[in-house]
């Protein structure tokens, strides 16, 4: 004869490891890594989540778990709506050789009850779940990775070549805010290169102009434009309703002033250079690696001058593409992130090539005794 629910839930209770909110919580505010497995159903998810969770309904569990967890040594949360489904997730994983797992103990309802917080911005409309489709069907993006990409607001400094593509593919792809700065007016000659304008757009501000271009792309995308030129005066206070900050001006005093910010304000930096026939990228994570003037000292600047009076525009676009892609992959959380790299490309000869980069420990700015302390 058969064993009844109640038969084989005392038995998995008695074999599986349980975690109380509280005990959760407080790994949470430690730092202890932990990845938090949400085994509920998609419809019940887009009510309500717990912030950083993976989901993987328990349907498909077994079939796809170790595609997206291939590690079996992470410690693994597993919960649901209120400890049940949880619990014979916790004892599959673990027959299946995960060494570390545990399941919440009153799932997200005693969460909730403890006073901790949900999240409850999974509402998609049905056009949205269309438009981006492609996206969430992704195992590393999914519903949850769309609405951290929704969540996310970057400032695009520059709106011309470097930042015509990055801008257009952080629109289309679901960027909830979208800030662009620049104090120039489109030319003619802007539009060899700057897809963001077109004819009617000759002798507005490029800002304004590259705005409207993001409203008629997606206008799910709240954007914003700064038709201004960056000084001490303005920074800090520009930058600071902005997770991230995409540096595409081109103009290098621009770009040690937005660096100095970003490290002071501990904002991560996504910068995006071309001179010529080559560009090149780097990402500055403040107090995890180098920043500009690690690799690139203030006293460098006049001999390190990126700017010329030619450039293959096609470069441009590729070099912010790859900044756009980076800072998907930053609001996922998923995937290698460019940290202590400097990639190269030369556009003629095609040859990519990533240098490592170190922090300066001399360094004015994050070094071990800065002497930049505020903007200058």
């Known amino acids: 004869m058969g064993k009844s629910f109640k038969e084989m839930w005392s038995d ?15 790994r949470m505010t430690n730092g202890k890594e932990t990845l938090l497995l949400d085994v509920r159903e998609k419809d019940e998810v887009r009510r309500e989540y717990i912030c950083g969770a993976e989901l993987l309904p328990r349907g498909f569990l077994e079939m796809r778990v170790e595609e997206l967890i291939p590690d079996r040594e992470k410690f693994i949360v597993v919960y649901c709506a209120v400890g049940v489904r949880s619990g014979f997730a916790a004892k599959t994983l673990t027959d299946m050789g995960y060494k570390d ?19 409850r911005d999974l509402d998609f409309t049905r056009e949205q779940l269309d438009r981006y489709s492609r996206q969430i069907i992704l195992p590393e993006v999914g519903e949850q990775g769309q609405a951290k ?28 805010k979208l800030g662009i700065l620049d104090s120039h007016p489109v030319t003619h000659g802007d539009l060899r290169g700057q897809v963001l304008h077109t004819v009617p757009s000759l002798g507005k501000n490029r800002a304004e102009s590259a705005v409207k271009m993001v409203e008629r792309i997606n206008p799910d995308v709240a954007a914003k434009a700064y038709p201004i030129r960056l000084g001490v005066e303005n920074t800090m206070e520009t930058l600071e309703d902005y997770d991230v900050i995409l540096e595409c001006s081109g103009n290098s005093r621009t770009r040690y002033l937005v660096n100095d910010a970003c490290v002071l304000m501990g904002k991560p930096l996504f910068i995006a250079e071309m001179a010529g026939d080559w560009g090149r990228v780097m990402s500055v994570y403040p107090g995890e690696g180098p920043c500009y003037r690690c690799v690139f000292p203030k006293t460098e600047l006049e001999e ?17 593409l790859i900044q756009a892609a980076e800072i998907f992959k930053f ?10 790299k400097l990639l190269l490309w030369n556009g003629f000869r095609m040859r990519f090539h990533r240098e490592p980069v170190e922090r300066d420990r001399e360094c004015p700015l994050c070094g071990e005794h800065p002497t930049i302390t505020h903007l200058m």
């Open 12 to 26: 998995i209770k008695g074999k599986i490891k349980e975690v109380s909110p509280e005990e959760l919580r407080q």
């Open 101 to 119: 797992v545990a399941s919440l103990r009153g799932g997200i309802e005693k969460w909730k009850r403890s006073g901790f917080e949900v999240l």
């Open 149 to 176: 990409i929704r969540r996310g607001k970057v400032l695009i400094v520059g709106g011309g070549h470097l930042s015509s593509a990055a801008t257009m593919y952080l629109a289309a792809g679901g960027v909830g």
């Open 304 to 320: 390190n001058r990126t700017e010329r009076d030619w450039n293959f525009e096609a470069l441009g676009g590729l070099m912010a």
């Open 331 to 340: 609001f996922l959380g998923k995937g290698d992130l460019s940290k202590d």
